[in-house]
C-alpha cells in the first residue's frame, strides 16, 4: 500500500517541477517578448538641447509609459526612443508621484505592445531581468537576483532622506541612464522599476516595487504638460498651498479692514 502512495507523491512533485520549469521563459524569449516595449527616453530644454536621459517602458496600447519622476522633472520637452530606432514624442504626464519616483507619461501615438504588470509580489532570490538605457547604450539587458526587499527603502546615495519606495534590492546591474527601467521576472512580467545604486558597495542597485508603480498608474487622467513635474510638489501639496495662500490674504484684508474702521471710530469721537 505504501508503493502507490509514494509514487502519487513522487508524481505531484514531479508535475509540480515540471509546471515551475515551464512557466520559467529563456531569458531570450523574455528579451525577445520585452525590448520592443522599452524606451530609452531623452529629455530636452526649451531649446531643444538634450540635458538627460533614461528609460521607460509602455503599460497600455493607448501610449502610456512609466519611468521614474526624477528622470523628467523639469524637463521641457521628452522623446521616446524604441528599438526599432523610432522616435515618438511624449506629450505629457498623465500621473505622477514624486516622493513614489513614478511618472506615468503619454505618448504623441500608442499601438505598441505593452508590459504586463506581475500580479504577485516578488520574493527573495528571484531571478530578475532589467532592460534599459544606462549611459544612453538603449537595450542594455543585465541579470541578476532580488537580493533583498527592505520595509523601510533606503536612501538615495550621498542623501540624508529615505526614499520609502527603494524597497527592491537586485544584484542586476544599474547605472545612470537606467532609471525607469523594466525590472521582469522570468514570466517577461514587471516587478519593479529601476531606480538608482549605492557605488559604494557591490551590486547595490534598487527599485520600486510593481504595486508601487500600480498606485500611480491607476490614477491616470487629463494629460498634463511636462511642466507640471517642475514644481517638485504634488497636486495635493500645490492645493494645500493654494488654500493656505487665499486664507491669508482674506485674513490680511480683514486685519486692514478693522484697522480702517478703528481709525474712522477715533476720529468720530475726537471730533
Known amino acids: 500500500m505504501r508503493r502507490p502512495a509514494l509514487s502519487a507523491v513522487a508524481f505531484a512533485l514531479g508535475i509540480g517541477v515540471w509546471t515551475s520549469s515551464v512557466s520559467a521563459l529563456p531569458l531570450a524569449e523574455v528579451i525577445a517578448k520585452s525590448k520592443a516595449s522599452v524606451a530609452h527616453i531623452a529629455v530636452a530644454d526649451e ?20 519611468t521614474n519622476h526624477h528622470v523628467v522633472a523639469g524637463a521641457a520637452k521628452a522623446t521616446a526612443v524604441f528599438a526599432d530606432k523610432s522616435r515618438v514624442e511624449v506629450v505629457g504626464v498623465v500621473a505622477y508621484d514624486e516622493q513614489i519616483d513614478i511618472a506615468v507619461l503619454k505618448l504623441a501615438s500608442g499601438g505598441r505592445p505593452a508590459l504586463t504588470l506581475s ?51 537586485i544584484t542586476a546591474a544599474i547605472s545612470p541612464g537606467s532609471s525607469g527601467s523594466p525590472i521582469l ?45 517642475r514644481t517638485g510638489r504634488s497636486v495635493r501639496t500645490n492645493l494645500i498651498i493654494s488654500a493656505v495662500g487665499i486664507g491669508g490674504a482674506l485674513c490680511l484684508a480683514w486685519l486692514v479692514g478693522f484697522v480702517m474702521r478703528a481709525r474712522k471710530r477715533r476720529t468720530a469721537k475726537a471730533k
Open 119 to 169: 500580479e504577485t509580489s516578488v520574493k527573495q532570490g528571484e531571478n530578475v531581468i532589467v532592460i534599459g538605457s544606462p549611459r544612453g547604450l538603449s537595450g542594455t539587458v543585465s541579470t541578476g537576483i532580488v537580493s533583498a526587499i527592505r520595509e523601510t527603502g533606503l536612501p538615495p546615495e550621498g542623501a540624508d532622506d529615505y526614499k520609502p519606495s527603494w524597497q527592491l534590492q
Open 47 to 66: 531649446s531643444g538641447r538634450e540635458v538627460g536621459s533614461g528609460s521607460g517602458f509602455v503599460i497600455s496600447d493607448d501610449g502610456k509609459l512609466v
Open 185 to 229: 521576472n522570468e514570466q517577461a512580467q514587471v516587478v519593479g522599476v529601476a531606480v538608482g545604486l549605492h557605488s559604494g558597495g557591490q551590486a547595490l542597485n534598487f527599485g520600486i516595487p510593481v504595486a508601487r508603480a500600480k498606485s500611480v498608474a491607476v490614477k491616470a487622467g487629463v494629460v498634463k504638460p511636462l511642466s507640471a513635474l
